[in-house]
């Protein structure tokens, strides 16, 4: 079984940088039948939304249009990691950032089944 792991909760100010890790473990996210990975995010008081994936399988990635070219989504599957850095973070931001597995990832879509390939969850804050 597949479990992923973020990393890098933390309270910037407005306007500034913050990466997230995800570590997955239990193999390679396509050998769970997964397209790859990517970020969801949930803020107090909402719903889930996605945020960002990139497909392991062709490489593509996909970003939300509330991410206005802010956010960079990378891998590195010799260490089976994702990350996302997030460039001139906003107030609204803030949210808890979770790492899932997708099953579909393009430049015009994701798709989750939020099933076991879902992280903890890590706390991002953005306040001045």
């Known amino acids: 079984q597949v479990q992923l792991q973020e990393s890098g909760p933390g309270l910037v100010k407005p306007s500034q940088t913050l990466s997230l890790t995800c570590t997955v473990s239990?193999?390679?996210?396509?050998?769970?039948?997964?397209?790859?990975l990517g970020w969801f995010r949930q803020a107090p008081g909402k719903e889930d939304e996605a945020v960002s994936c990139i497909s392991d399988l062709t490489g593509s990635t996909y970003y939300a249009d509330f991410v206005e070219d802010r956010f960079t989504i990378s891998r590195d599957n010799a260490k089976n990691m994702v990350y996302l850095q997030m460039n001139n973070l906003k107030p609204e931001d803030t949210a808890v950032y979770y790492c899932a597995g997708v099953i579909g990832c393009n430049s015009e879509s994701m798709i989750s089944l939020k099933d076991d390939a879902w992280g903890q969850g890590t706390q991002v804050t953005v306040s001045s």
């Open positions: 239990g193999g390679s996210i396509t050998t769970h039948y997964y397209d790859g």
